[in-house]
T-cell receptor, first 112, second 112 residues
Framework: SQTIHQWPATLVQPVGSPLSLECTVEGTSNPNLYWYRQAAGRGLQLLFYSVGIGQISSEVPQNLSASRPQDRQFILSSKKLLLSDSGFYLC???????????FGSGTRLTVV | TQLLEQSPQFLSIQEGENLTVYCNSSSVFSSLQWYRQEPGEGPVLLVTVVTGGEVKKLKRLTFQFGDARKDSSLHITAAQPGDTGLYLCAGAGAGTASKLTFGTGTRLQVTL
């Protein structure tokens, strides 16, 4: 079966510290991978997506970067966090659009 | 940039009532999906609609894709407390089926 793992579930980091959020997918190959950020109780903003190893597309200018070192691994990073980076980060994958995106359970990041 | 506006933003109703959530855009989408999200979790796909004018039913939920493929609606009949959650529409533009734009979200609260 296909599953997606995202960790950590919650994270509190000081301003200026680095960030690394990891997402891995099991049970499928060559998925499209996505990082979204969600403001409290609102819609999702696409941050990055990847259609293959080493292929990253950035949707919005920001303090974050993404990498895909392996087919089923997607990493969201920052060298120096800002207060505005706080939010709920969701990783997702899809193999067939009709069946929708499958999301991880999210990481609640609070920058203090 | 494609934008999807949902209305209402918040909805609080009693068990047994009917409701409709709207998803509108000035852009044409090749297909549209509806998701439901519970607190602290990622969104879960409810339905995909791909044809203008298409109507799909999922038990007490009825989804409609507008004839011009710019809008969609979700109607819930006889709402139950288990329907509580954040409802999100998401559209895929022509030629960008791998990338979803999410709506602004509708938070539904169904009380006894």
């Amino acid at each position: 079966s296909q599953t997606i793992h995202q960790w950590p579930a919650t994270l509190v980091q000081p301003v200026g510290s680095p960030l690394s959020l990891e997402c891995t997918v099991e049970g499928t190959s060559n998925p499209n991978l996505y990082w979204y950020r969600q403001a409290a109780g609102r819609g999702l903003q696409l941050l990055f997506y990847s259609v293959g190893i080493g292929q990253i597309s950035s949707e919005v200018p920001q303090n974050l970067s993404a990498s895909r070192p392996q087919d089923r691994q997607f990493i969201l990073s920052s060298k120096k966090l800002l207060l505005s980076d706080s939010g709920f980060y969701l990783c997702a994958y899809t193999r067939d659009f009709f069946y929708g995106y499958t999301f991880g359970s999210g990481t609640r990041l609070t920058v203090v | 940039t494609q934008l999807l506006e949902q209305s209402p933003q918040f909805l609080s109703i009693q068990e047994g009532e009917n409701l409709t959530v709207y998803c509108n855009s000035s852009s044409v989408f090749s297909s549209l999906q509806w998701y439901r999200q519970e607190p602290g979790e990622g969104p879960v796909l409810l339905v995909t609609v791909v044809t203008g004018g298409e109507v799909k039913k999922l038990k007490r939920l009825t989804f409609q894709f507008g004839d011009a493929r710019k809008d969609s609606s979700l109607h819930i009949t006889a709402a139950q407390p288990g329907d509580t959650g954040l409802y999100l529409c998401a559209g895929a533009g022509a030629g960008t089926a791998s990338k979803l734009t999410f709506g602004t979200g509708t938070r539904l609260q169904v009380t006894l």
